[in-house]
């Protein structure tokens, strides 16, 4: 008996479902769960789990006041929430090279890595100085007033991110004022000027110690940042700087197929390695 035509529609239209239920509802995930317990990639699969968390997740190695624990290895900034690595907030700070004046609201993304510069060299007795930084961690930035708006000769200059003693007493001839709390000087026609000041051109503190990841989860640091931390590492646990040196070697991996990215070194594998784990 031949069926009407619209539940054949129908029938075939089930068969379909069936069908592909099958392929992309069983067979597929199953067949990456398959690929996934490879050797070699079982332990990514199953998330990487040690004692203390994962190491394809990065986390801070702070006490309850957010201070460093300096027998540990320091991991680079995060955005990922309020207290940073919150995989249920994985993010970046969305700021860029333009975020360079502080408001009421948030630091710059200038003063933030001015600020955790200097915190970093007074943790490892190195010189936390920055390009565009004032002694005291903030952005060195100006709003420059000009007679005819953005020419002519200078009429009046804030630093912009201070409201103590500015970074510079004059410029271009003309007293620098603090800022004023409340004050936008850029809505009033200061032209924004970073001030480079004399720091040297590479900073002694690496980039990846006083900026975040773009996911706010990188478990790695540079093989410079680690090298950087290793003189405290060796005093606070009394080890020779060789030892911590050779940890760091153990635990540094290479460019990924070879050239592309950097190496770098898992701080969490690293830090478990310093407490015998």
């Known amino acids: 008996m031949r069926l009407p035509a619209w539940l054949s529609q129908h029938i075939a239209a089930l068969r379909a479902l069936l069908v592909l239920t099958v392929l992309l509802g069983l067979a597929y995930p199953l067949a990456f769960v398959a690929v996934g317990h490879l050797p070699g990639l079982s332990g990514k699969a199953n998330g990487s789990l040690t004692s203390a968390g994962s190491t394809l997740i990065g986390q801070s ?39 360079v004046v502080d408001t009421a609201d948030a630091k710059s993304l200038l003063t933030q890595v001015c600020a955790r510069s200097l915190a970093i060299g007074k943790l490892e007795n190195v010189d936390g100085s920055r390009p565009y930084c004032t002694a005291d961690g903030v952005g060195a930035v100006l709003a420059v007033f000009y007679r005819d708006g953005l020419t002519g000769p200078v009429t009046r200059a804030v630093s912009v991110n201070q409201t103590g003693t500015p970074f510079v007493a004059t410029y271009h001839g003309v007293t620098v004022e603090p800022a004023e709390d409340g004050q936008d000087y850029v809505a009033e026609g200061g032209v924004v000027t970073p001030i480079r000041g004399d720091a040297p051109a590479h900073p002694v503190v690496p980039a990846d110690a006083v900026t975040a990841s773009g996911s706010g ?56 390695a310093l407490d015998g784990k």
Do not use: M, W
């Open 61 to 99: 190695f702070t006490d309850a006041d957010g201070n460093p624990v300096p027998k540990y290895f320091q991991s680079r900034p995060s955005a990922a929430g309020a207290d940073g690595y919150d995989p249920t907030a994985t993010a970046a700070s969305n700021l860029g090279p333009e975020s």
């Open 217 to 272: 989860l990188d478990p790695d640091i540079s093989v410079a940042y680690a090298n950087l931390q290793a003189p405290r590492i060796a005093r606070e646990r009394n080890l020779s700087p060789a030892r911590v040196h050779k940890l760091i070697e153990e635990h540094t991996e290479g460019r990924a197929l070879g050239f592309l990215g950097e190496p770098a070194v898992n701080v969490l594998e690293l830090n478990l």
